[in-house]
């Protein structure tokens, strides 16, 4: 094992290269993500911020590098993390309720050709009450209000009780009170040891929400403690020339000092 | 046709005829089954693309197995040239999605067109293999259900009983594909293995539905059964059984009727009366067809009008009484009229109905009275509202979750469940409740208030 990615870390990335059709998406990233963290990876669109969760998940093959939890493969080591897609990258109109997406997070452990049985429904059902919409688990997932599909995504992953929770943009287009539930949900994962690694697209809340920082842009502009990394000079060397972007970052710099 | 054919085809008297029905619904449910796959995988043109890629298979397992001194014709022969060369297709497809920037679409049609000129192609040069009579092969393109044997109905029965185990026994497994790869592949299943499986029996039933339905309409036959099952239920358990079900049942119909009419190709009438069943689901089903849908919204909003007029009945009452209780006195329709934006001809139409269910009732003066229970249905819509409204500002917070619509439309969803819970969260139980919001009347409402202002006895 490299001194520099000690297999203490519930995820080193070493050397990761992603590349689309030649034209590279992520570049040589090097990361360590400490355990018991609430990390936000942040960076422009196209920044390769879900790109680095699929990879490290083995969904697209790696061009070059490796990335570690607790120090070996994620082949080895699947029950220790659980993931949450975007909510669009799947088609909401299927033919399922609520709860048996839910219950897809039990399917690891149960096993092939095994039955779902009562006490997977049992589980699913505890999640979604975590949730706080235990009362939709019947309902077809179509007539769900975005911030109750993205909790019945929450609800699958928690399910899995796994230690490392990958969030591809949890907070993209929900209602406020479900952001502030998800949010609580991340901390109180966060307070029994878990570790959270969460994209995150709004600057504004990023000092509020996550204690670690990821800056992503093709590779890592920063990473470390928010109270850190969150500086004007790194937002801009992450933002760049994206010169709209500047007055959000002003507006998030002056953030960091009231929170 | 006389009244014994028809119930010699129908009661299944001929040995023939009972062979190519039950052979044919079998196929149907077989394709029904792994159709609903199919689709959902959103698939549905790949499978187009292997059947129409089948076609040069055919031709060039007749020519090898010609040159191999066997008769051409042999069905099993001619069956795996097709499957072999509708894989090849099936694998083109995926590598021009792979290799270039292609659309899926774009590299199917290619596929599609480009396999079957092929084999439209081979076939005309087989035709001229000496000693070879390939008269018939192009029976492969249209179907030739007629000539359904024993050993080809043992052949579907068979799949089809491969994909009943297949499906229920990988149920979870296809499912969680189906819907959410990523996060499927991600858990550490196989997902390529996973659709491996599935491409296989589609594989299957496209060539053994070769000969029935023939290769152009055997699409029809993989997806048009689940899009009619969608329409009854929103659960995959009742789409896989409707599905099969609406598969066999199109298979049978089609035969029939061909048996009948012995010009009509029964491919063709399958086809048909899959799209018919199609037609009438999307139509009458319970779950998401047009008719229901239409109805229920038709239906809300009648509740929504009906409540509308009663609130804003009670809403003047109070507007121009002081004194409680409130009494029932009779409203200028002028009044009503401005109360509230009402659509074009809506407040007629409103009335009537609430005449109909006898909830108002028009004076001879043309005012309007609300009856004796439309009044008690008033005071119980106007507490209702108002307890939302009250809820949605003292609760906002956790109300989003809780409803599914704006605060105007979730008011005539109100249980009386939520009532009680809203007056329990709220401690109000008494039976009237003032709004939060101060019923502002508008400054021409106060100019013409005072002419049904009634002066307190």
Known sequence: ?259 | MTWELLSETLRLEHYNTRLVVFGVAFLGATAGLVGSFLLLRKQSLLGDALSHATLPGIGIAFAVMAAMGLSGKSLPGLLIGATITGLLGVLLVLAIRKTTRLKDDAAMGIVLSVFFGLGVAILKMVERIPGQSAAGLDGFIYGKTASMIWSDFVLIAIILLITIIVTIAILKELTLLCFDADFSSAQGWPTLWLDIILMALVTAVTVIGLQAVGLILVIAFLITPPTAARFWTNRLGWMLFLSATIGAISGWLGVSISALYSNLPAGAIIVIAAAIIFLFSMIFGTARGVLPRYFRHLQLQRKVGRQHLLRSTYEILENTQNGEPLKNLPISMDLLRKHRYWGKGELPRLIRQGRSEDHVERQPSGELRLSESGFGEASRITRNHRLWELYLIKYADIAPTHVDRDADMVEHLLGAEIVHQLEAELDLSKPTIDSPHAIEPTEHELQTRPTTKIPPP
């Open chain 1, 1 to 259: 094992m490299r001194p520099e990615h000690p297999p203490e870390f519930p995820l080193a990335v070493h050397d990761l290269t992603v590349a689309y059709h030649r034209k590279p998406v992520l570049w040589d990233v090097e990361l360590n993500v400490p355990k018991g963290t609430l990390a936000g990876i942040v960076g422009p669109n196209g920044a390769g911020k879900s790109t680095l969760l699929k990879a490290c998940l083995d969904l697209i093959p790696k061009t070059s590098g490796e990335a570690l939890v607790y120090g070996k493969p994620y082949e080895h080591q699947r029950d220790l993390i659980a993931y949450v897609p975007q909510r669009e990258s799947v088609d909401w109109d299927f033919p399922i309720s609520a709860l048996d997406v839910v219950t897809m997070g039990t399917y690891r452990k149960l096993g092939w050709f095994k039955r779902i049985s009562r006490s997977q429904k049992q589980q699913a059902l505890e999640a979604l009450e975590k949730v706080g919409i235990s009362h939709l688990a019947k309902r077809q997932i179509s007539q769900l209000s975005g911030g109750q599909q993205q909790r019945v995504f929450l609800a699958r992953a928690l399910v899995q009780e796994a230690e490392i929770y990958f969030m591809d943009e949890p907070f993209a287009a929900v209602d406020a009170a479900t952001e502030q539930a998800i949010i609580e949900l991340l901390q109180e994962l966060n307070s029994k040891g878990k570790t959270v690694l969460c994209v995150h697209h709004d600057l504004a809340t990023v000092s509020r929400y996550f204690d670690y920082l990821v800056l992503l842009n093709m590779r890592v502009v920063a990473s470390g403690p928010t109270s850190e990394t969150f500086t004007r000079e790194n937002l801009q060397k992450t933002y760049g020339g994206k010169l709209n972007l500047l007055d959000d970052v002003a507006q998030a710099l002056k953030n960091v000092g009231r929170s």
